[in-house]
């Protein structure tokens, strides 16, 4: 099961695992995605499958407990965390002030709160060097959790 992909992995049992994390029918797997938060495990790698329907694609991720940065990675998810009232507009301005392309956005609650969530955002780093914008993300969001720095394969 999922958990134990995780725990093998976390526990240095394995040095990778892989997980479906979203897919074009549900979208973000909320589920998976706490798991593989709680173990603190990044992502390095993915790629799309399309199911037996025919028509659902499947985005699985292969994870490590070790962000694993090379020239060829092309993308980038990042975990930031605002309260509802505060406007991600500031912060999707300031992406695209250096070029970045974002791919996509998931806004998730954050437990025992309504005041706060998190947000997931997908980044195309092909449109931009993934030096510059990890400097410009420590400066500009200092609380942010890189969940991976990876290449998509297609």
Do not use: W
């Not at 985005?59 to 505060?86: A, G, K, M, P, Q």
């Not at 998190?118 to 931009?128: G, Q, V, W």
């Not at 942010?144 to 998509?152: D, H, K, L, M, P």
């Amino acid at each position: 099961d999922f958990v134990a992909v995780c725990e093998s992995v976390y526990s240095k049992r394995s040095k990778y695992g892989v997980l479906p994390l979203l897919n074009t029918r549900d979208g973000l797997i909320l589920s998976l995605y706490k798991i593989l938060q709680k173990y603190d495990l990044k992502i390095i790698a993915s790629t799309k499958v399309v199911m037996n329907d025919g028509e659902t694609e499947t985005e699985f991720f292969l994870i490590s407990r070790d962000v694993i940065i090379t020239s060829v990675c092309n993308r980038l998810i990042l975990s930031t965390t605002h309260s509802y009232d505060s406007t991600l507009v500031e912060l999707l301005y300031a992406l695209k002030s250096v070029g970045v392309k974002l791919l996509s956005i998931n806004t998730l609650p954050l437990e025992y709160t309504d005041e706060r969530c998190e947000n997931l955002l997908i980044i195309d780093l092909l449109s931009c060097r993934h030096e510059a914008i990890c400097c410009f993300l420590s400066a500009a969001l200092p609380d942010a959790n890189i969940v991976g720095i990876y290449n998509y394969v297609k």
